[in-house]
């Protein structure tokens, strides 16, 4: 990843790209997508629906007889795709230099591996099983390495919502042993 980090070549790109989704007319949306309300970012919860999709039609297709259940999975990641990379986008268009290169080769993987379910999608449709299956399993392949990068932005550099701060002297507990109450009996009922 540090040689992601350090790889300058894209940055004129990265510039581009960061002010065009800047200039995106998001208004309001623009802080609902970064999951500000939610005092954390709305990207990794969005990402849940098409990486469970994948996963599971990748299970479904070894499994006799899954193959119509991988294909509707397969049709409802791809849906759940767009939102999870809007969000993505909006977070990834504020990020510095060495994240923001991470950030890109996250998103070109990602390209890669729709494109992967796309072609996997219209094999099926079209009675193509095992073609759908094997563009499913390289899919699968692309989905690693973008969650590796992406996970590597978001944890590894914390890339985090801006939450309101907590309201009040009392919002935020004192740390340590002396926070926790002393635990008293209940009576069973």
Partial sequence: ??????????????????????????????????????????????????????????????????????????????????PAALAGWVDWADLPPQQARVGLAHAVTNVAMIACYVTSLGARLRGHAVKGRMWSFAGLTALAVSGALGGHVAYRRTVTAQAAPPAGPQAVPPAGPQAVPPATPHAPR
């Fill in 1 to 82: 990843m540090g040689r992601v980090e350090q790889l300058t070549l894209a940055d004129p790109a990265v510039r581009a790209l960061q002010r065009a989704v800047g200039a995106l007319p998001l208004s309001g949306a623009r802080d609902l997508l970064r999951g500000e309300p939610l005092g954390h970012p709305l990207h990794p919860a969005l990402v849940q629906v098409p990486v469970g999709c994948f996963l599971s039609a990748g299970v479904l297709d070894v499994v006799p007889g899954g193959q119509p259940a991988a294909t509707t999975l397969t049709a409802v990641g791809l849906a759940g795709a767009a």
